[in-house]
């Protein structure tokens, strides 16, 4: 690999670097509270940094001559952040110890400019496969209190059983700004709830329980097989069987009533009362108006002298 070439490569790790860090959001400080949150992304990630720090630092310690005053306090800065670096990965419970960065002097000439591109583009690549890990991380659940922020302790709770003190940090989980107070009660009830149904589920489950009745019906009796005396019905009054149907009046009966009080025609009566009758003609009533005498109905003759009704027939 030529010089050109890389400082090609290297310019382009850059721009992918770039890259990574503002889809991160690292400026903003979001890639710091993801890694606070997972300790062996945390590791990984700070891991990768300082050995990507530490090539760069190596790269521009090969000749030093060339460097104006700004780099140079660029790279003073660089040394330092990658001091913090490794004493941040120094601690007990890092798994695999972090390689310091190479200082500009002898340990520098080892490094070749193809070797320094070629390392820098190895750990721009791991950087970026780290990236959906990122953006989906897996959480440690209180890790030793390594995932908790500075300045925030775990909270104690004055209890009087392991059980209620699970129930305190599962309300403080979902409540969290209840008072400790408030907290401490809510864990005692259930605690006294969760006894009550224990007691309850293991007195069902108990056998031997006979269940006494006072049915004295032999067909629900289990003990007890006596007759009882016939029953009587509970129907309301408005039941159809409440009352004993009363027998109809005859038709006869419907077909009363008094000729001498109807002006009806014999036409009208021979094609309804008759007609019932078993078809026998009926006299029809003695006119109101007989004084002068009046036609007759049947044969429409004047008929005079008719004063009564045995006349009239």
């Not at 908790?148 to 059980?163: I, L, M």
């Not at 509970?234 to 077909?255: G, W």
């Amino acid at each position: 690999m030529t010089k050109d070439e890389a400082h090609h490569s290297c310019r382009n790790d850059f721009e992918r670097l770039l890259l990574w860090g503002q889809g991160l959001s690292v400026v903003d400080g979001d890639l710091d509270d993801v890694l606070i949150h997972a300790q062996e992304l945390h590791d990984q990630v700070l891991t990768l940094l300082l050995r990507l720090g530490t090539a760069v630092l190596q790269g521009l310690s090969r000749d030093p001559s060339v460097l104006s005053q700004v780099m140079m306090e660029q790279c003073d800065d660089l040394r330092s952040l990658l001091e913090t670096t490794e004493a941040m990965l120094r601690e007990p419970e890092s798994d695999e110890p972090a390689r310091p960065y190479t200082p500009a002097g002898s340990d520098a000439s080892e490094y070749g400019t193809t070797e320094v591109a070629e390392e820098i583009t190895i750990y721009t690549d791991c950087l970026l496969d780290l990236s959906p890990a990122l953006d989906n991380p897996a959480l440690d659940i209180n890790v030793g209190g390594s995932g908790e922020p500075p300045g925030q302790a775990k909270e104690s709770f004055t209890v009087s059983s392991d059980e209620a003190l699970i129930y305190c940090r599962r309300i403080r989980d979902r409540f969290e700004p209840l008072p400790k107070y408030l907290v401490e009660r809510l864990a005692k009830a259930n605690v006294n709830r969760a006894t009550v149904l224990r007691d309850r589920r293991s007195r069902s489950a108990k056998p031997g329980i006979l269940v006494t009745d006072d049915i004295t019906e032999s067909l629900f009796s289990s003990a007890d097989y006596r007759l009882t005396d016939t029953t009587k019905s509970t129907a309301p009054s408005s039941s159809v069987f409440s009352s004993i149907a009363q027998p109809k009046a005859t038709a006869r009966e419907i077909l009363g009533f008094n000729d001498n009080s109807s002006d009806a025609t014999f036409a009208s009566f021979s094609t309804t009362a008759s007609a019932i009758g078993l078809g026998r003609p009926r006299v029809p009533p003695l006119p109101a108006m007989s004084g002068d005498g009046f036609d007759c109905p049947i044969c429409s003759l004047h008929t005079i002298g008719v004063r009564n009704r045995k006349d009239w027939k």
